[in-house]
Nanobody, 128 residues
Framework: QVQLVESGGGLVQAGGSLRLSCAGS????????MGWFRQAPGKEREFVAN????????DYAESVKGRFTISRDNAKNTVYLQMNSLKPEDTAVYYCAATNRPYYTNYVARTSGFYDYWGQGTQVTVSS
């Protein structure tokens, strides 16, 4: 069983920064790819970013490109989401997710159904 635990959420003013962490653990945690999603009240869960564990290649939603950076620490089995220039519309619960699928396209990795494991979420609130 794989467990994902997010941390780092909180309240920040517009223009500020936060760094989210997602630590993976379990019997054999070796996910080929991990992603971040977010869900605001009354809205559907949406893709934020994805990283391929082996190559480190990344993909971002247009709404966060240039402001957010996804990265990983192989030794710690941890994925990070550095969020800069935060806006009130970034307010949401942020979830990390992991997939068992070794080969995939960016297109499918933008869909929540692609992932096999999810964290419990961490709240990010950006005040104006």
């Amino acid at each position: 069983q794989v467990q994902l635990v997010e941390s780092g959420g909180g309240l920040v003013q517009a223009g500020g920064s936060l760094r989210l962490s997602c630590a993976g653990s379990g019997r054999t945690f070796s996910s080929p790819g991990m992603g971040w999603f977010r869900q605001a009240p009354g809205k559907e869960r949406e893709f934020v970013a994805n990283i391929r564990w082996g190559t480190g290649s990344t993909d971002y939603a247009e709404s966060v490109k240039g402001r957010f950076t996804i990265s990983r620490d192989n030794a710690k089995n941890t994925v990070y989401l550095q969020m800069n220039s935060l806006k009130p519309e970034d307010t949401a619960v942020y979830y990390c997710a992991a997939t068992n699928r070794p080969y995939y396209t960016n297109y499918v990795a933008r869909t929540s159904g692609f992932y096999d494991y999810w964290g419990q979420g961490t709240q990010v609130t950006v005040s104006s």
